[in-house]
């Protein structure tokens, strides 16, 4: 097996940076080669003390802050190299480090202990070979995911079984992308198909897990974490640049003065200087009058030297330090529930806190809290939740319902005011109690019972907690779930259902469905996802509800809520049955697997049957609508990259403010090939055109003509606008559309924004369409990116560097967001090495 390993830098290569950066050779500081030129004794009328001193001072300073950077750098780049993991090696586990991790190795992992590299999971000490993973390293969630082996290999646990195992992985090539892993394994001369489900990824954390075994797949420089990390840039400030510039002014002055005072020094000791020689020789190394006036101009350069500005870098780097302390000590900026006080790491970027022109922003535990709340639903067409508004009821001091007097499971921590919802529980509405049914079982939570009647639920994502959180207060309980079980206890009656298939959620279907058999035999499909989609597969008798249910999630969606819909349909044992061949058979495929998946779900999740909605609130963090409101009239342009989903992300971005109902538009950008993104990237800038047509009329025949190039592309249908209306060009022999000038879209007032998912944006990045999609974006006031991977964030970010030339800032809160961090000019996070500053809440942004 070659081996594939990564090693961060090693304790002996360490000065090297250390020294290089000091001396700041990669800053192109010329002040100090200036300095070195005074230390040579025939051209420096100053004596080597005197020299020296300005020197060692300012690399001192200088050597002793990159030192310290670099030195905890440095110390959590060699934790990592030396993290232990337990490899089977001739049927007996022997400890490694990380680095000498090799493809094929047999590696056991334990819980709370790091994933050292991309693992396929082999078996497990849990049931049915389940394993309990945290994925924060990978996409800043904290909650727990689950992962499960194949059940030929799950019975694997004992090392001496392990050691025989001879099975053969083919799979795809390494790749960044995190939510997806395509390969097949050949064992026993049989094949099964590999998931991302069967994979544990290097910077996962093993949870709620006692032990598993994992085979490597990919290690080292190829592992997905890997593979999204971006480069660390050394990040040069703007008046770094100018001091540079003006050093490099000077000294060409200095030059110019220097020659004219060599040729005048050539021309004397020519003419005047040869008469002196009898009694005034020159010096031994001197032998004539060319080579005097070479040394002359060493000389005037450094008699000339106090037109440098030396004492500037020294001074500059001061006050820089002192910026630092001021930000550490301001008051403003200090949170007394956390006792957490901000923090500059660097003394480098400060300045450039205050030319920010763009930010770039991680959305969860950033501009939220990450903490869900159950505030309203509607059900069969009746809404509930609106009776008490829950602020007002804080205000008023209303007293939340209280679930535990009839529900020992209750969560106590849980709160709602609608009394009419419990009273339709109580007295056993179908509808009602279907509902919180459907809530109990669709989900793909976790549960941990830690003593008797205190639950604990691990969701993959917040808002799935919270609303199987709602179904246990209202009386139906998820309490325990296997490979091919649920377990609920529904108003006091334990009750398990047989788990026939999981219809997974992805941000392409945009839902989830279940289908399970309860205890009389009775097969149904639950299903909850977004309204735009789930409204479309009802059957045609749910007009009537439908459309009630439709104005209360328009209402919902106003206040800034997260929406879903739920539905149910009932299913014969004949079409179960020819449906779950049908899945099988594409469940088994190796090639199209996932078009074959999604066919098959599309095909089950028809003529549903709508129960209601749900009406969820992500909590902002206090004082992120105000704080974006400033930054917005300081005309900072804002995006929001993260990896949730789009609904959630377009909710959030109503609810800081980012997006607003006075907007004149707001585009959304969700193509799944080339062709389909240019479209609707180009159709955004003719709106954007054509509302400064209707706006501003002087600029209307400007517009127009850049629109017909639009329609046309460069060349083609070049003609007038009435001849352009009649007629249809052949694409396929038309240039690429070109985006207008730059300074044509920035000269639109109006307000848009553009929202835009991770697969049209992977697109839009390509490089003939990079400058159309960037020109598109920057027009727009706000910007939000969804589903986009760390990598991505990096791309986007690299992209208006690259064309912008604009300081630019990030704000993050996770290890995904690194890449995006190490690419900026300014940086700006919570929790993770690579943070130049860290903020104790998001409002203390506008303070800094």
């Not at 440095?74 to 089977?88: E, G, P």
């Not at 009694?279 to 032998?287: A, S, Y």
């Not at 101009?297 to 450094?302: A, H, K, Q, T």
């Not at 997006?659 to 950008?669: A, C, H, N, Q, R």
């Amino acid at each position: 097996m070659p081996k594939c390993t990564e090693l961060l830098p090693c304790d002996w290569l360490i000065p090297i940076p250390i020294l290089v950066d000091a001396l700041h050779f990669k800053r192109l500081k010329g002040n100090r080669v200036y300095i070195l030129f005074q230390l040579i004794p025939q051209i420096s009328s100053l004596s080597w003390f005197t020299t020296i001193v300005p020197l060692v001072l300012v690399l001192s300073i200088t050597a002793v802050k990159d030192a310290t950077d670099d030195y905890f750098r440095h110390k959590s780049d060699n934790q990592v190299n030396n993290r232990q993991s337990q490899v089977l090696i001739g049927g007996i586990l022997q400890k490694e480090k990380w680095m000498n991790v090799r493809v094929g190795d047999i590696i056991k992992l334990e819980n709370n202990q790091f994933v050292a590299a991309d693992l396929l999971l082999l078996s497990s000490s849990e049931p049915h070979g389940l394993c309990y993973i945290e994925t924060a390293e990978l996409d800043g969630e904290t909650n727990m995911k689950v992962r499960q082996s194949l059940s030929v290999t799950s019975e694997l646990g004992d090392p001496n079984n392990l050691a025989q195992f001879d099975g053969e992985v083919v799979c795809e090539p390494p790749n960044n992308k995190l939510d997806r892993f395509c390969g097949t394994l050949y064992w026993r001369e049989c094949k099964y198909p590999l998931s991302n489900q069967n994979m544990l990824l290097r910077g996962c954390v093993l949870r709620n897990t006692e032990s598993c075994y994992g085979l490597v797949i990919f290690a080292g420089p190829d592992t997905k974490l890997m593979q999204n990390s971006g480069r660390t840039k050394f990040k040069r400030t703007s008046i770094d640049r100018l001091m540079n510039t003006l050093v490099l002014w000077i000294f060409g002055f200095l030059v110019c003065m220097g020659v004219i005072l060599a040729i005048g020094n050539a021309v004397w000791e020519k003419e005047v200087g040869a008469l002196f020689q009898s009694f005034l020789p020159w010096d031994p190394p001197v032998d004539n009058f060319l080579f005097s006036a070479f040394l002359s101009f060493w000389s005037y350069v450094i008699i000339l030297n106090t037109v440098v500005p030396i004492s500037l870098y020294v001074s500059v780097e001061v006050i820089r330090l002192g910026h630092s302390y001021f930000i550490n000590w301001d008051r403003r900026m200090f949170c007394s529930r956390s006792n957490t006080a901000a923090e500059a790491r660097t003394t480098t970027l400060n300045e450039e806190l205050g030319q920010v022109e763009y930010i770039f922003s991680d959305k969860t535990g950033t501009l939220t809290q990450n903490i869900m709340t159950f505030n309203k639903c509607s059900i069969n067409g009746h809404a509930y939740g609106e009776v008490v508004n829950i602020l007002a009821a804080q205000q008023k001091r209303v007293q939340p319902l209280d679930f535990s007097s009839w529900n020992p499971l209750a969560d106590r921590g849980f709160c709602f005011y609608d009394q009419s919802l419990l009273e339709a529980v109580m007295v056993g509405d179908p509808a009602v109690h279907e509902f919180f049914r459907v809530l109990s079982l669709c989900h793909t939570v976790m549960s941990e019972e830690k003593s008797e009647g205190e639950l604990v639920y691990k969701a993959q994502s917040p808002d799935e907690g919270a609303l199987v959180t709602a179904a246990r207060n209202f009386g139906f309980v998820f309490r325990s779930r296997t490979p091919g079980t649920i377990t609920t206890q529904e108003l006091g009656k334990a009750v398990t259902y047989t788990l026939l298939a999981i219809l997974d959620f992805n941000n392409i279907r945009k839902r989830m469905s279940v289908i399970v058999r309860n205890p009389e035999g009775r097969i149904r499909l639950y299903c909850k996802g977004a309204d735009t989609v789930l409204l479309e597969r009802l059957h045609s008798c749910n007009h009537e509800v439908m459309t009630i249910t439709s104005d209360h999630l328009n209402e919902y969606a106003v206040d800034g809520l997260r929406t879903l819909a739920v539905a149910y349909r009932d299913l014969s044992e004949e079409q179960w049955d020819e449906w779950s061949e049908r899945f099988r058979g594409a469940d088994k495929a190796t090639d199209c697997r996932e078009d074959r998946l999604a066919a098959a779900y599309e095909e089950i999740e028809q003529d549903m049957m709508l129960l209601g909605a749900t009406a969820i609130e992500d909590k902002l963090q206090e004082g992120v609508p105000e704080t974006i409101a400033i930054l917005s009239l300081a005309n900072i342009k804002i995006w929001v990259l993260t990896g949730d989903k789009q609904e959630t992300a377009v909710n959030i971005g109503y609810s800081c403010k980012m997006l607003t109902d006075d907007m004149t538009e707001v585009f959304i950008v969700n193509g799944h090939t080339v062709q389909s993104v240019r479209e609707e990237l180009r159709k955004a800038r003719e709106r954007m055109l054509e509302s400064a047509r209707t706006r501003d009329g002087g600029k209307e025949a400007e517009a127009q003509g850049w629109s017909g190039a639009c329609a046309f592309g460069n060349g083609c249908g070049a003609g007038a606008a009435a001849a352009a209306a009649n007629w249809a060009p052949d694409e396929s022999k038309c240039p690429p559309a070109q985006a207008p000038p730059s300074s044509l879209l920035e000269s639109i007032s109006g307000e848009f924004a553009l929202i835009i998912s991770g697969h049209s944006l992977a697109h839009a990045l390509e490089a003939d369409m990079e400058r159309e999609f960037l020109e598109t974006a920057c027009a727009c006031r706000a910007v939000i990116c969804c589903r986009v991977t760390p990598l991505q964030k990096a791309l986007v970010v690299e992209l208006v560097k690259r064309h912008k030339k604009a300081v630019t800032l990030a704000i993050g809160d996770g290890a995904n967001d690194v890449s995006m961090i190490k690419s900026k000019r300014q940086m700006d996070e919570n929790r993770h090495v690579s943070h130049k500053y860290t903020l104790p809440r998001k409002c203390h942004f506008f303070n800094i």
